[in-house]
């Protein structure tokens, strides 16, 4: 971004990957035609739209700048909060984001409970199914299905009916809102967990990491200069109605160009409510061979702009 001072900004803008109307294509391209010079995506709670824009821009195209708008909420009340110019892969970033749509997602399930308690409106599951699907359902996408279905006449109408909707996540007990294998293999993982947290694989990392740092400061104290020693533990979420699979990413960082990332994985079949290791999976070296294969062509073409 070479440009000292910016005279066409606008730095608050959503795609469809919230609940904003444009890809990011035709987004770019509003852009182009506003003439404006500067201007940043800030989706609700993702920014996989970012990566979109960014493979799009062209020479000569506005400066671009990487956002988000997290929804946040402490005792005295709910926020939207901005945030520019982040690296959207660091772990602790991915982890801020997964939770936040999953929030989301709570908050959505919550809707159609209050609409059919208040309204009478109801959904099938294939219309529920699919607005859970997108990538950030928001009251937007609930207003277009009532619109649809005749429940109101104009958007402000449907907006409106959301007045009174506490806007929280599901009120269920946990053992109303979890199925028993649900809660067999919580247990399960949060056991795991703990014997992994407290074995020699992670105190070793830790310990490297920690001599590591104290190393650099005598060898380089400009790299640790004002920065401390920091660890973070981030979880990918990978299922399927019998399994799960959960990464854990371990980043520690000690000074220096490059922090330190050790991956590990729990994998739990919910059918024999039982951990499976790696080697079980690839036991059928051709079907193993072939469902990586398949798995690296379908996140390949997620993140293809389409």
């Not at 971004?1 to 987004?27: C, E, I, N, W």
């Not at 299922?239 to 729990?266: I, K, L």
Request: glycine share 8%; proline share 4%.
């Amino acid at each position: 971004m070479k440009q000292a001072a910016f005279h066409s900004p606008d730095l608050h803008m959503h795609s469809v990957y919230s609940d904003g109307t444009d890809t990011p294509r035709a987004l770019l391209q509003r852009v182009r035609a506003a003439g404006l010079d500067i201007f940043a995506l800030t989706d609700h709670d993702t920014a996989q739209g970012c990566a979109a824009v960014r493979a799009l821009l062209e020479p000569g195209d506005a400066a671009f700048v990487e956002g988000i708008e997290f929804s946040c909420q402490d005792g005295e009340g709910k926020y939207h909060v901005l945030g520019y110019g982040f690296d959207a892969e660091k772990p602790s970033i991915r982890a801020a984001a997964d939770f936040a749509h999953h929030t989301r997602i709570l908050k959505m399930l919550n809707r159609f409970g209050y609409l059919a308690r208040r309204f009478g409106f109801t959904f099938t599951e294939e219309e529920r199914s699919q607005l859970l699907a997108l990538k950030n359902p928001g009251k937007p996408h609930f207003v277009d299905m009532m619109l649809k279905k005749g429940y109101v006449k104009t958007k402000m109408e449907g907006f409106e009916a959301f007045s009174g909707c506490p806007d929280t996540e599901p009120t269920l007990s946990p053992e109303e809102e979890l199925p028993e294998r649900a809660k067999s293999a919580l247990t399960a993982f949060n056991e795991n967990f703990r014997y992994w947290r407290d074995g020699q694989d992670a105190q070793e990392v830790e310990s490297w990491a920690r001599e590591d740092y104290a190393a650099m400061k005598d060898i380089l104290p400009i790299w640790t200069e004002n920065r401390g020693y920091s660890t973070e533990l981030a979880c990918e979420l990978y299922e399927t109605e019998s399994f799960v699979s959960v990464r854990g990413m371990y980043y520690s960082f000690t000074g220096g160009a490059h922090p330190n990332t050790m991956y590990t994985a729990w994998n739990f079949d919910l059918e024999s409510g039982s951990f499976v290791e790696p080697g079980f999976l690839a036991a059928d070296t051709q079907a193993f061979q072939e469902a990586v294969a398949e798995e690296i062509i379908r996140q390949a073409l997620k993140k293809m702009v389409r």
